[in-house]
């Protein structure tokens, strides 16, 4: 094929620059989204890697802290009782983590005191921060890109595009396609470039799969590959020419601002460009694509407008499984309420027991504890529609049950220094926050909320008129919220068998 370098220049250009100010500013606005989550054609990293590097250069604590975290986890019982986890090997996990999560550091140390008593969560939530980022970066980074890349090979024919467009592809029939194939492209390159020479051959020789399966997100990883190859025989070192001709966009890269302004949206519309050069000369590609206007455009100097395969992704409702709860907001209400009182004559009764002591278990004034109002209440409201399914509400309630005992926990401990419950003694719990035990008592307590209680509190309050519910649900709230009002000026609920600071 004849490769036209002015053509390829004078497009790009024309693409990025001079289709009006909003084709720009849109651009822009695109690269700067993708320059956020360090998908963008720029050396500029990411905002969490921005964050990180900041916080390392700034902090003067964070050493300190490290410190802390390194005490803790050579005295942990899996570094002293297991051969192969030794001591060195558990200091270095520190090290890494402390390089790849040191914002997660940084937010916990806010309560230093918290830091201190919790160091193994604090090294469990890097654990996790890092882990969700890998895969972010592995998969979601590499698979969003096919989104930049669909907006920008429209953006050569439009003159203006929707920001929308950046989720053409991701229909539902396609989005695990779209994933499975750029998984495996990204693989292949990775593994490759351990070769060094390799590595570089097969980035341009799979230089077009992100292009290929933008226009058509239902292409096969194979058959990608297999275009990819075919279109850049013979082309490899004049692609390779053609961004080094732009040399100078890659100093601007280096300038935050001008990179934003003019690198980014320059070299996402010349990597358009070049496919296009490519994709336009030949025809027997055309049945494999799902944009064939685009072939319409060979040997045309003037842009047109395509009529796209792909349509604006359809942002629908997901189908209801079950009805939404029959429960009306009063019902809901009398439940929260009833769910609260069930709570404390369980908390004061179990103290009266083995205790031998009366005392207000709750951590507001009131004879109500919060967390069981809203467990229950949240339990019902999610889960009686699949009532017929008793195994799916037993397990639910226990994953639901779970979530809102360790975020309470975890917010009394963090936002106040304080502790209502510890079940570091009980078998299988997590940081003393949750247990076994207690999370098959309230999968067992869900169940009777759905069955049992919610139905015949339901039945009760018919009794009455809609007014009276109305009435009786004010005052209830009203009492609440000054409870609460009261505990936010002169502290929660704190003495002997209560809980509190510590």
């Known amino acids: 094929m004849q490769w036209n370098y002015k053509k390829i220049r004078e497009n790009s250009w024309a693409s990025a620059f001079y289709k009006g100010g909003k084709s720009w500013l849109m651009l822009v606005a695109v690269g700067f989204l993708f320059s956020f989550v360090g998908a963008a054609y720029s050396s500029q990293t990411n905002f969490i890697d921005t964050l990180d590097n900041y916080i390392w250069e700034n902090d003067s604590l964070l050493s300190d802290n490290i410190e802390i975290l390194k005490e803790y986890i050579v005295q942990t019982p899996l570094v002293k009782n297991i051969p192969f986890i030794t001591s060195d090997l558990a200091l270095s996990l520190i090290d890494f983590l402390s390089e790849s999560a040191t914002w997660v550091i940084w937010l916990f140390a806010a309560n230093l005191a918290y830091f201190e008593r919790n160091p193994g969560e604090v090294i469990v939530n890097m654990l996790i921060a890092v882990s969700v980022t890998a ?200 439940m929260f309420f009833t769910f609260c009182l069930i709570g404390w004559l369980w908390e004061c009764g179990q103290h009266i027991v083995f205790d031998h002591e009366l005392v207000n278990r709750g951590t507001m004034y009131g004879p109500w504890i919060p967390i069981y109002g809203f467990g229950g209440t949240i339990i019902v409201f999610l889960l009686d529609r699949f009532k017929k399914n008793k195994v799916r509400v037993f397990i639910s309630a226990i994953a639901l049950c779970a979530a809102l005992e360790y975020a309470t926990s975890f917010i009394l401990d963090f936002m106040f220094n304080s502790s209502y419950w510890d079940y570091k003694s009980e078998f299988l719990n997590i940081n003393g926050r949750i247990c076994f035990a207690g999370l098959l008592a309230f999968g067992i307590g869900g169940m009777a909320a759905i069955y049992i209680v919610a139905p015949a509190i339901s039945n009760f309050i018919e009794r009455f008129s809609k007014r009276s519910q109305i009435i009786v649900s004010v005052v209830l709230c009203a009492a609440f919220f000054a409870d609460f009002i009261f505990c936010m000026i002169f502290g929660f609920n704190a003495g002997t068998g209560v809980g509190g600071k510590l």
């Open 135 to 334: 895969v972010i970066n592995f998969f979601l980074k590499n698979v969003i890109v096919i989104g930049r890349n669909r907006y920008v090979m429209e953006n050569r024919f439009a003159k203006e595009i929707s920001f929308r467009r950046l989720l053409a592809p991701f229909h539902i029939k396609t989005l695990w396609n779209v994933i499975k194939v750029m998984f495996w492209h990204n693989l292949t390159i990775t593994l490759w470039s351990l070769t060094i020479l390799g590595g570089v051959y097969k980035h341009y020789q799979y230089y077009f799969v992100p292009y290929i399966l933008a226009e058509n997100p239902s292409i096969s990883w194979k058959e990608a590959k297999r275009l990819s190859c075919s279109m850049t025989r013979g082309c490899k070192w004049k692609i390779f020419l053609t961004q080094i001709s732009y040399w100078y966009m890659w100093l601007l890269e280096l300038i935050p601002l001008l990179g934003l302004l003019f690198a980014i949206p320059l070299s996402m519309q010349l990597d358009a460009e070049l496919y296009f050069a490519v994709r336009e000369c030949d025809f027997a590609f055309e049945p494999c694509f799902s944009g064939r206007a685009y072939t319409e455009l060979k040997d045309q100097e003037t842009i047109c407008i395509p009529t796209y395969a792909l349509k604006d992704l359809s942002l629908s409702r997901p189908k209801r499984v079950g009805r939404i709860s029959d429960y009306r907001v009063t019902d809901f209400i009398f």
